[in-house]
């Protein structure tokens, strides 16, 4: 765990205070940016029937008491994402939220419990469009900080260069030697043992029990994740269908789905996608992910009955996530993210 104690003593207090008065700056610069576009600043409630569905997001728990006394599960959210999309559903074509976001089991120097996320949506815009905003926020994050460089520990990145767009399938072939595409089948199905043998041949770790996602993983965390974003900016694109629960598949192959994340200097920034409207094709990913919550943790998550009768409403978006402390690490080569909150967690 990360060493708070004592944020507030006057002696840490002044070695922090350059980064979080940059974080103000580069806040509203992104402000300006997405004002300027037309975008709406939105403020989703944190409180959730459901906190996500995804298998290894873990959230807060608390209950709601009622007039009538008797008490509701409810959560922390761990992404407004699902209050948005209904927001898209009501009829809004361009809205930001900067909201503050909670997830368990999470603390280090990139992780915080609490944490401030900026998520953005794009009506009737392919998610590409979303790869730009991101360079655009960068070069913006770093000149708000009086810097032409985004660092973390010895990398650095130069967000006005150009970036780099890879396939997920291109970047496990360069950087592993592992041909993932072919252990997935074009109906989504994946073949964990095929993925093992490869493994095997690459010297590559695995367990017994693991499935197909926790190979998948592990091969882009330790072989992947640390080439990306150095030098210039990476947009890691095209994602397996099986690990991309919210994004709709690529029209060109079945198999990747329209997700992306950003990198720079080896840390991973934000996540977008091009929306799945599909009510029916995203109950049945999410209950397939909260089978196998409770396959490894013993406990699931609710579904949002609300959120999926949005969907049929809601139009064609796209939108992502981008976590907004770690662009202001970035930004300011701080050490850890809670250098970086004004009032980190205890």
């Known amino acids: 765990m990360t060493n708070t104690q004592n944020w507030w003593h006057p002696a840490r207090h002044e070695g922090r205070r350059p980064a979080l008065l940059a974080r103000n700056r580069i806040q509203s610069a992104l402000r300006g940016w997405l ?18 569905n995804e ?21 922390l959210h761990t992404s407004p994402e699902f209050a948005m999309k209904k927001l898209l559903a009501a009829g809004e074509t ?22 401030t996320m900026l998520e953005w949506y794009r009506v009737g815009q392919d998610y590409t469009v979303l ?9 913006l994050a770093t000149q708000a900080a009086g810097s032409d460089r985004l660092r973390y520990k010895s990398y650095e990145c130069d967000p006005n260069l150009p970036f780099e767009r890879l396939s997920v399938a291109e ?27 490869q493994m095997d041949a690459q010297g ?36 397996p269908v099986p690990e991309a629960a919210l994004a709709r598949p690529c029209a060109d192959d079945p198999r990747c789905a329209e997700r992306f ?32 919550r409770e396959r490894i943790y013993g406990d699931r998550y609710p579904l949002d009955e609300d959120f999926l009768a949005a969907l049929p409403y809601m139009p064609d978006a796209s939108g992502i996530a981008m976590g907004f402390d770690r662009l202001v690490m970035l930004a300011t080569a701080a050490p850890s993210i809670d250098h970086v909150i004004w009032a980190p967690v205890a």
């Open 261 to 292: 994340e950003v990198y720079a200097c080896g840390v991973e920034l934000a996540n977008g996608f091009g929306e799945l409207t599909d009510a029916a094709e995203q109950r049945k990913r999410f209950t397939a992910e909260m089978d196998e």
């Open 131 to 139: 790869m730009e905003d991101c360079a655009a926020f960068l070069q």
């Open 55 to 75: 298998a290894h997001l873990h959230a807060f728990h608390t209950q709601a008491i009622g007039n009538d006394g008797a008490p509701l599960d409810m959560y």
């Open 171 to 197: 970047a496990f072939l360069r950087f592993a030697g592992i041909d993932l595409l072919s252990t997935i089948a074009l109906d989504g199905q994946t073949d964990a043992p095929a993925l093992a043998a």
């Open 35 to 52: 004002a300027a576009r037309d975008f709406i600043e939105v403020n989703p409630s944190a409180l959730a029937i459901s906190p996500g």
């Open 204 to 239: 590559l770790r695995h367990a017994p029990d693991d499935t197909w996602s926790d190979m998948m993983s592990r091969i882009l965390s330790e072989r992947v994740e640390p080439h990306l974003g150095h030098g210039r900016i990476t947009m890691l694109d095209r994602y």
């Open 94 to 115: 361009r809205i930001a939220a900067f909201a503050h976001v909670w997830r368990n089991r999470e603390r280090g120097p990139l992780h915080s419990p609490e944490f």
